[in-house]
């Protein structure tokens, strides 16, 4: 089972070897790795073109966001499994993809997804925020809440029946995808309960309180465009859940159980009528 890894990049010469690095350092035999550059003006080209046939494309050019470069390297990837990874992300470990591989091979799904954390960029063994999956279900969608997107990893055929990352969204054309493929069409998918990803933090959609706001405005229209009712109310009550995320982070065992039962909770019970009520 061949599987494609994508990282899109742009001016990132600080960490995308460390990106890099972590795919080429997989123990997974079958791995094809693209790498999408969105016309970087640093050192950042020249990093990647010092691994030479290490990578499988490579493609530099300008595009139309990091979306548009997402959707270059979906296109350009013949593995049955795809991963995306980012340029200021690594995996946990270096049987990450074997695991990842196993977990498709056992469960026959469409879709496998597990927990991420966020580190200190100046102590990567250092986490500062636990991102768990373990409860992850479809009426947690109309409240913002996806599967850690990082750690997601789809069948292609999945993409090629389904549509690829819609460019019109700045932000959040991640969660419109998997609304898309989890509720609207129904994916079989599978929890890994083991950390994949480390992330540094800073995403773009988390940047700064604007951000914030396209991201949550985008999310509504998502869900508007695909018939599930949401509001501003519904996608603010997920940030105490954040908190708690932070919370957890001086757990060194890295355990997802004290996340799986405190924060889906707060959702399956206090919320569950209005959920019904509300999808």
């Not at 966001?65 to 979906?74: A, E, I, Q, S, V």
């Not at 593995?79 to 498709?104: A, P, R």
């Not at 480390?198 to 405005?217: T, V, Y």
Request: glycine residues 6%; charged residues 20%; positive net charge.
């Amino acid at each position: 089972m061949k599987v494609s890894i994508i990282t899109v990049v742009r001016n990132n010469e600080a960490s995308i070897a460390h990106a890099i690095n972590s795919v080429l350092s997989q123990d997974y035999p079958d791995i094809e790795y693209i790498v999408i550059d969105g016309g970087s003006q640093d050192a950042t080209v020249d990093i990647i073109k010092s691994y030479g046939k290490k990578i499988n494309r490579f493609i530099s050019e300008s595009d139309e966001g990091m979306y548009d470069g997402m959707n270059k390297g979906l296109k350009l990837a013949t593995g049955n499994i795809v991963g995306l990874l980012n340029s200021d992300d690594f995996y946990q470990h270096k049987q990450v993809i074997s695991e990842v591989v196993e977990q498709f091979i056992r469960t026959k799904v469409d879709l496998i997804f597990g927990d991420i954390v966020f580190v200190n960029p100046q102590n990567l063994h250092q986490v500062i925020r636990y991102y768990s999956s373990a409860k992850f279900n479809p009426e947690l969608l109309s409240w913002g809440w996806i599967p850690a997107h990082t750690s997601c990893f789809l069948k292609r055929e999945v993409y090629e029946k389904y549509g690829y990352f819609k460019t019109d969204y700045q932000l959040a054309a991640d969660y419109e995808l998997l609304l898309r493929f989890i509720k609207i069409h129904q994916i079989s998918y599978s929890y890994l309960p083991k950390v994949l990803v480390r992330m540094r933090p800073g995403g773009a959609s988390n940047k700064n309180l604007l951000c914030r706001w396209i991201s949550n405005r985008e999310v509504i229209k998502a869900c508007g465009e695909h018939g599930i009712k949401t509001n501003f109310f519904k996608l603010l009550a997920r940030y105490p859940a954040k908190i708690c995320e932070n919370i957890y982070r001086n757990n060194t065992a890295l355990s997802p159980q004290p996340l799986a039962n405190s924060i889906p909770k707060f959702y399956n019970s206090s919320y569950a009528e209005s959920i019904k009520r509300n999808i």
